[in-house]
T-cell receptor, first 113, second 109 residues
Framework: DAGITQSPRYKITETGRQVTLMCHQT?????MFWYRQDLGHGLRLIYY???????DKGEVPDGYVVSRSKTENFPLTLESATRSQTSVYFC????????????FGPGTRLTVL | QKEVEQDPGPLSVPEGAIVSLNCTYS??????FMWYRQYSRKGPELLMY????GNKEDGRFTAQVDKSSKYISLFIRDSQPSDSATYLC?????????FGQGTELSVKP
């Protein structure tokens, strides 16, 4: 089905482990985004990408790494997970400009023990 | 001070009520204004999208933007239990969306 998907939907890991969250979109959208959502903070931008091989930091990038070798995929890696990274992570994509409507995936609920 | 301020609620209303949700902002460069609806354990979905000042209506929903006051609103008429969700305002400038905290709305039958 067309759309934007995220995997896994739920993940429990331990402090210090590396974790990769996957995001895939079928619209060939140029822009892709990673957000985290926490109580009291709303949605905060972690990283975004304007096209394959072009990425940039958002509001809260520390502790995260992204890559975008293909237009349709935008994985987010936590190199050494910390408890403060326990959150719900949303991937989003938008069309030709970053001001276009963003379409969100269903989210990944990550717990770091 | 946050760039976008939104009362987190929660807001509880009876079915059929008119609901008013609001956000204020400080960055005069914002040009695109959006409202997203997020059901529990789901991703946000776009509800309304406006450019610059003015009103936009879509069924029971009306979005208002007042750039002179740096204030946006979402009105829901004849609210339904299915409208129970978190509503997030979002604003765009220089390519990034800035979200409000979201207002949790509950419409009681």
């Amino acid at each position: 089905d067309a759309g934007i998907t995220q995997s896994p939907r739920y993940k429990i890991t331990e402090t210090g482990r590396q974790v990769t969250l996957m995001c895939h979109q079928t619209w060939s959208h140029s822009y892709m985004f990673w957000y985290r959502q926490d109580l009291g903070h709303g949605l905060r931008l972690i990283y975004y990408s304007a096209a394959a091989d072009i990425t940039d930091k958002g509001e809260v990038p520390d502790g995260y790494v992204v890559s975008r070798s293909k237009t349709e995929n935008f994985p987010l890696t936590l190199e050494s997970a910390t408890r403060s990274q326990t959150s719900v992570y949303f991937c989003a994509s938008s069309g030709w400009t970053s001001s276009d409507t963003q379409y969100f995936g269903p989210g990944t609920r990550l717990t770091v023990l | 001070q946050k760039e976008v301020e939104q009362d987190p609620g929660p807001l509880s209303v009876p079915e059929g009520a008119i609901v008013s949700l609001n956000c204020t902002y400080s960055n005069s460069a914002f040009q695109y204004f959006m409202w997203y609806r997020q059901y529990s354990r789901k991703g946000p979905e776009l509800l309304m999208y406006t450019y610059s000042s003015g009103n936009k209506e879509d069924g029971r929903f009306t979005a208002q933007v007042d750039k002179s006051s740096k204030y946006i609103s979402l009105f829901i008429r004849d609210s339904q239990p299915s409208d129970s969700a978190t509503y997030l305002c979002a604003m765009s400038a220089k390519g990034k969306l800035i979200f409000g905290q979201g207002t949790e709305l509950s419409v009681k039958p």
